[in-house]
């Protein structure tokens, strides 16, 4: 077998964070240089494989999907959030994925869409006030973030309760991400977040922990995901089922808040960037909704609104990074990778490669005009992920991003106070940069 040093190709990427200062843009020029080929990255003494080429994701996500685990890098410093449940991999999460997949099937998110648009529309009128400039991020989480909590603690779960988990959520999937770009630090030598980790995740759990007590007690019926967990898991009792409640229930919710706030926190400077496109979604959403409170039964007739988000989520997935370690030896585009090495997977690199997108980095919604799927490479496109651990959530998402596009620009337009086009800031999720503000005027 030929050496592994010599026979694959090594791409920098420490001097290239060096030079950017920004670890999307490190890894968007290690990725140009890779155009599809699998690559190592050189991060000192850790040196991962890249993989981007569909062909190769198709095989690292479905064909070969068993080989390759979420341990490692990214997945190991997350795991006090994350646990040991819809997140992991192995036998707890064959069997949250069993207990989990009929709460978030499209049918399901149907059924309580109406109720979320609802919630939706009341958080829109409450948390904005018109022609005050807000924190962009802060703002579609005040939205995002109690319309998921009350979906998956019940209506009952208390205003301060949610006020202590959106920060601790924050807090969490920022305060680690130094590790996420340098995994070869041991985890017991300290690093800037990593105190401010654990106070997100005792402030967590000691929301959580009560609320899976108070359903444990009461026997819930409820719909909310707390209580269904319940019921599902009434044959793991004591400290052990609790904390498998906990885990599947935390990292669902962490993944479906995380997701949908940091993608439409994009939204907005991307319309700003983009008058003529920002032109046609205002026009449909005033042909469609006019003065009404949206409802679902207006996303059917948006459709150039769905192109628009699933651009969105081309240009700027929330999950940018997915790593795995390889359990076995595996051969992958012709390149040998040894067993314990470990594959970062990208879409956000994915969706721009030049072979596979015309225009790559050209924002333009007319590539997912109906009829256009059927051209592309199966895993040209996934912002959710792929094979066996596909996002859960992606219905829940495709359900709410439109409906808060939509109830937002029914009032209001958006200015966004930019000087230049924003930079996403290290974090485990594409965010844009802190301080991104703006200023939403009232149409009439």
């Keep these: ?16 964070l060096t030079r950017h200062r920004v670890p999307v843009h490190a890894l968007e020029a290690a990725g140009a240089e890779a155009a599809g080929r699998v690559v190592r990255l050189n991060m000192g003494p850790f040196r991962p494989y890249l993989v981007t080429h569909p062909d190769h994701v198709e ?67 409450t948390t904005i006030v018109p ?21 998956f603690f019940g209506a009952k ?35 800037p977040g990593d105190r401010a980790f654990r106070r997100a995740i005792k402030a967590i759990d000691e929301v959580v922990y009560p609320r899976i007590a108070e359903a444990r007690g009461q026997e819930q019926e409820g719909d909310d995901v707390v209580s269904r967990l319940v019921r599902a898991r009434t044959q793991d009792g004591g400290a052990d089922g609790d904390r498998l409640i906990r885990d599947d229930l935390v990292a669902m919710h962490g993944a479906s808040t995380e997701t949908s706030t940091t993608a439409l926190s994009w939204v907005w400077p991307v319309l700003q960037a983009h008058p003529e496109i920002a032109a046609k979604v205002y026009d449909e959403v005033d042909r469609v909704v006019g003065d009404d409170p949206v409802g679902i039964d207006h996303l059917p007739r948006m459709p150039y609104l769905k192109m628009f988000v699933s651009e969105l989520m081309r ?24 067993a314990g090495s470990t594959v970062i997977l990208s879409p956000y690199l994915t969706h721009r490669l030049a072979e596979f997108w015309d225009r790559p980095t050209t924002f333009d919604p007319e590539r997912f005009a109906p009829g256009g799927d059927a051209r592309r490479h199966r895993y040209a496109y996934w912002p959710f992920a792929a094979g066996p651990h596909v996002c859960l959530g992606q219905h829940l998402f495709a ?42 005027e009232a149409r009439r």
């Design 59 to 125: 095989q690292v996500l479905t064909g070969n999907q068993a080989n390759y685990l979420r341990e490692g890098m990214f997945w190991d410093p997350l795991a006090p959030l994350l646990g040991e449940g819809i997140l992991s991999d192995g036998e707890n999460w064959a069997e949250s994925r069993r207990i989990l997949q009929p709460l978030f099937t499209a049918r399901h998110v149907n059924a309580m869409a109406e109720n979320m648009a609802r919630i939706m529309d009341e958080l829109i009128d």
């Design 399 to 440: 359900m709410e991003a439109p409906l808060l596009i939509a109830g937002i620009l029914r009032r209001y337009r958006p200015h966004v106070h930019l000087d230049q086009p924003p930079v996403p800031r290290l974090a485990a999720s594409l965010r844009p940069p802190r301080g991104l503000t703006m200023t939403l």
């Design 157 to 191: 779960i208390s205003v301060e309760d949610i006020n202590r988990l959106v920060p601790a959520y924050d807090v969490a999937v920022t305060a680690k991400a130094l590790r996420v770009v340098l995994p070869f630090v041991p985890e017991q030598v300290p690093m």
């Design 131 to 151: 022609g005050q400039p807000f924190d962009v991020a802060k703002g579609m989480s005040a939205i995002v973030h109690p319309v998921i909590v009350r979906l």
């Design 1 to 16: 077998m030929a050496d592994i040093a010599t026979a694959t190709r090594t791409v920098p990427f420490l001097t290239r």
């Design 315 to 338: 240009l700027y997935p929330s999950g940018w990074i997915l790593p795995r370690t390889a359990i076995a030896t595996d051969v992958i585009g012709g390149v040998t990778v040894e």
